[in-house]
């Protein structure tokens, strides 16, 4: 084997030559990817900076691009591209002009009749550029063939070159190859504002290792290796990659970065003391690749750093290093479509994840993309992997056989579908389940223990959750420690929420994590004792829902949701069902607030499924019932759903609870209303019977809704005065007892009826007022009927700009959360359509602006400048 200094060069795979490809974007997209196909027949790494084809890109990122790229190719049709304000030339311009003189340039120019002038002046002085080769070409099938021939004979070229040039010029350093920054195989998406992110933490220069920290298949390897190209023009020194993937020997850390660096180990002097020879003075970058399990080494790049103080290292590793003059950079997954909405179907707007989803899918079908037909099942796959960019990568190989739609249904068992399509990745990148086992495997057991427990919890959790079900475990006596170690690890993440410290773990490390419990046979023990703590919790915190700590109760139980949920489910699965009625009962206030009825209906559904294995009280069936009957009543009423609430009554009542049964008589006497043939004097009257029965339980949170259906009533049978009687009273049952919602229900239906009633002033202080409490109380709905209101009266003032956008942003809002409510009501729409007839132009461009608005925005179109003030924190936090 040739060993000494004549040894021929050879680049390993991650050395391809790289193919710097200019051209505008969207009108040369065909032509972008004949491209892209003929580089990589050739085995070569096109470079397809897209950022470079849109307006004003950043030059020094595609600077950077163009000086780890070997090859220049151009593409020009019609369009010269943007010109930024402040700029002379276009991003297309520029990226030629920028391309060293010593670089071969290929330039193909499109046959058309319609060139912009500038462009064509920038193809002459091309054609006049003895480093340009100058080819026209007709279509992309015919560009394709002519890039392919040109790179292949270019290449054979300069293979000539070098073998003369070496045969003259002896050389004894290794190549610096094997330490230059490989090109990835594929494109990355959606990683633009981290690489902007990492490389202006690396620019401030005042830290010496930048750790980026993440669990695997996040995409930290890809981010280092984007972060690198686009930083090259900050280290004029070099940048250097590292891959410490095979290495797990702390003691080969410096021979491998020796190596890398192109230094030569002789034995003459100490590897640490020729490695830091070797960086003084020079301002480089050395990535570092997989540094999790070798993490003891670290202290190493100190020492290293200490002598050598203008290089940097960036990392990446599951594990923080815990060094000084390191820092962190948690690396995001991509983004998601927002909210439960579709994916766009404008490429400019799609988010990260689906842009991957589409991208990888298309390598598999060239014509694959969103469509209407697809958009909601791709957003659903990208929402439930979370952004994960293995996880998307593994689940868009399977539109070989699978459709969206299929792919979709299949991610409740997303571990055994995700296997990895393709062999020549990293044997940790096989699939998620390997890159997993790969990280816990370098837990110690009572630590892995610990992480398959978290496998029950939904989402974030406290410490104190994780406490509470360490009775019995390996790591009951250092959980805190444990729990360290995860974050450490990036198996678990950590964030504030609410102003607490809060855990989560990724989804498929939750259901990576569980199967594990289930498979070590402690799934129901640790499911119990989840289920105990949060039982415990809301029997602290459910009586305050309707007092003066309801706000609060209502934000901790908003910050617990997910595993109220989870807690619910628990104690179905084990077959407490009494337990899991009487969770879901005491927490009615909430459901009601937040608005889960319909999820607390399945739930419900499912516990009177699991009866006839596991026999419940009377109690338990009438809760169930309730909750089963609560949406057919406003939804679908019948006399079958008032003969079913009846049952309740009759449960309740002989199960000894006067109260849960004067609310259900409530609720058959609403019931009865919604009916086509409605017998309101009989709905009246059992409406009465149960406020007097409320108020001598004490229930002043039940008695104010009850007199508040009583209002509704009187309203809709025409008795305003009554009706306005009745607001008042539970306005002053629900403020006496310091009940914000049931204030902020009745406020707003008091400001209605006064507003039909031409007590326009009073109507808007308290539609303010209401729509203030309700923001306070993150209640969906109430925000809503309070900007319906607020716009009533901008419409009554001839606002129609504004009366438009508002009725708009309420309606957004009905739509996500399903309000249903009765005409009678309505206040707004009847002023809104007198200004349409007056100014529809003004109405028509406030409903289009209305569609836009985010809640923030909402609250500032509707609320003074003052009454914003105090709730803009909260709309923030929304």
């Not at 002598?307 to 990446?316: E, G, S």
């Not at 209407?372 to 796959?381: E, K, T, V």
């Not at 990724?506 to 199967?515: D, K, M």
């Not at 419990?517 to 415990?536: E, F, I, P, S, T």
Request: glycine share 8%; aromatic share 6%.
């Amino acid at each position: 084997m040739v060993t000494g200094p004549d040894a021929a060069v050879i680049r390993t795979p991650d050395q391809r030559i790289r193919v710097f490809v200019s051209s505008t974007l969207r009108e040369l997209a065909e032509e972008r990817d004949a491209v892209r196909s003929a580089i990589e027949r050739l085995r070569l790494a096109p470079v397809m900076f897209e950022l470079g084809a849109r307006p004003h890109p950043p030059r020094d990122l595609y600077r950077s691009y163009l000086a780890q790229s070997d090859v220049f190719v151009g593409i020009y049709g019609d369009s010269y591209g943007w010109v930024a304000p402040g700029e002379d030339v276009s991003g297309l311009e520029d990226e030629y002009n920028l391309a060293p003189r010593a670089m071969p340039k290929l330039i193909y120019v499109k046959d058309t009749d319609t060139r912009d002038d500038r462009l064509k002046t920038l193809i002459a002085r091309i054609q006049a550029d003895d480093t340009a080769a100058y080819l026209h070409f007709t279509d992309a099938r015919d560009l394709e063939d002519q890039v392919a021939a040109d790179l292949a004979t270019l290449l054979a070229e300069r293979f000539d070159e070098s073998r003369g040039d070496a045969a003259s010029v002896p050389g004894e350093a290794p190549s610096p190859l094997a330490g230059r920054v490989p090109v990835p195989y594929t494109t990355t998406i959606g990683r633009e504002a981290d690489i902007d992110a990492v490389r202006t933490l690396l620019a401030r220069g005042t830290d010496r290792v930048v750790s980026l920290i993440g669990p695997g298949g996040i995409g930290k390897s890809r981010l280092a290796i984007e972060s690198a190209l686009a930083c090259g023009d900050l280290f004029p020194d070099g940048v250097y990659f590292v891959l410490l993937e095979g290495v797990l020997e702390s003691g080969l850390l410096l021979p491998t970065i020796a190596y890398h660096l192109g230094i030569r180990d002789n034995g003459e002097a100490a590897l640490e003391e020729r490695i830091a020879h070797a960086l003084a003075d020079r301002r480089v970058l050395i990535v570092l690749d997989n540094f999790e399990q070798i993490v003891d080494a670290a202290p190493v790049l100190v020492r290293l750093y200490t002598v050598a103080p203008t290089a940097t290292f960036l990392v990446t590793s599951r594990i923080v290093l815990h060094i000084r003059g390191e820092r962190v950079y948690d690396v995001p997954p991509l983004t998601t479509p927002p909210g439960h909405g579709p994916a766009s179907l404008d490429r400019a707007t799609r988010s990260g994840a689906v842009s991957l989803f589409v991208d990888r899918a298309r390598a598999i079908d060239p014509r694959f993309d969103v469509t209407p037909g697809n958009a909601r099942d791709l957003a659903d796959i990208c929402r439930r992997l979370e952004g994960l960019p293995l996880a998307i990568e593994l689940a868009a190989a399977k539109v070989r056989i699978l459709s969206p739609a299929g792919i979709a249904d299949r991610l409740g068992q997303s571990l055994p579908l995700l296997t990895a399509a393709v062999r020549d990745l990293p044997e940790r990148h096989r699939t998620m389940r390997a890159t997993i086992d790969w990280s816990v495997s370098l837990l110690p057991d009572d630590q892995r223990a610990l992480l398959e427990d978290l496998g029950v919890f939904a989402t974030r959790f406290t410490l104190d959750a994780v406490e509470a079900l360490a009775s019995g475990t390996a790591w009951s006596d250092h959980a805190i420690d444990g729990l360290a170690a995860l974050v450490d690890g990036s198996l678990v993440k950590q964030t504030e929420v609410g102003g607490r410290r809060v855990f989560s773990l990724l989804a498929i490390v939750r259901e990576y994590a569980l199967e594990h419990l289930k498979a070590r046979g402690d799934a129901d023990r640790v499911r119990r004792a989840h289920a105990d703590y949060y039982r415990g919790l809301v029997q602290r915190v459910a009586p305050d829902l309707g007092g003066p700590g309801q706000a609060e109760a209502v934000r901790r139980l908003g910050l617990e949701l997910p595993n109220l949920r989870a807690a619910v489910r628990h104690l179905i699965h084990t077959n407490r069902l009494d337990d899991a009625g009487d969770f879901a009962w005491s927490l009615l206030i909430y459901w009601w607030i937040s608005g889960f009825f319909a999820e607390v209906r399945v739930w419900m559904l499912e516990l009177l499924e699991k009866q006839s294995d596991q026999p419940i009280t009377q109690h338990t069936r009438a809760v169930a019932w309730f909750f089963a009957l609560w949406g057919e009543m406003w939804q679908r009423p019948s006399e079958q759903v008032v003969a079913g609430l009846g049952e309740c009554v009759r449960l309740f009542t002989e199960s000894g609870d006067e109260d849960a049964a004067a609310m259900a008589l409530a609720a058959r006497a609403t019931a009865r209303v919604q009916l086509s043939d409605h017998d309101t004097d009989r709905a009246e009257d059992e409406l009465r019977q149960a406020v007097v029965a409320l108020r001598e339980d004490g229930n002043t949170w039940a008695e104010a809704i009850t007199e508040v259906s009583l209002g509704r009533l009187a309203w809709v049978r025409g008795a305003t005065d009554d009706a306005l009687a009745h607001f008042d009273r539970a306005t002053s049952v629900a403020e006496s007892g310091g009940d914000l919602f049931t204030t902020s229900v009745a406020g707003n239906l008091r400001a209605r009826l006064n507003f039909q009633l031409g007590r326009i002033e009073d109507a808007e202080r308290e539609f303010v007022h209401t729509l203030l409490l309700s923001i306070g109380l993150h209640y969906d709905e109430g925000v809503a009927y309070g900007l319906e209101g607020v716009c009533a009266v901008a419409a009554a003032h001839g606002e129609a700009w504004r009366a438009a956008a508002l009725a708009v942003a309420a309606g957004e809002i009905r739509q996500r959360i399903g309000i249903f409510d009765v005409e009678a009501f309505t206040v707004h729409t009847p002023y809104l359509d007198i200004l349409r007839g007056r100014d529809a132009q003004s109405v028509a461009a406030g409903e289009r602006a209305g569609a836009e608005l985010t809640i923030v925005e909402a609250g500032q179109l509707a609320l003074s400048e003052e009454d914003y003030a105090g709730v803009a924190e909260i709309l923030r936090n929304w």
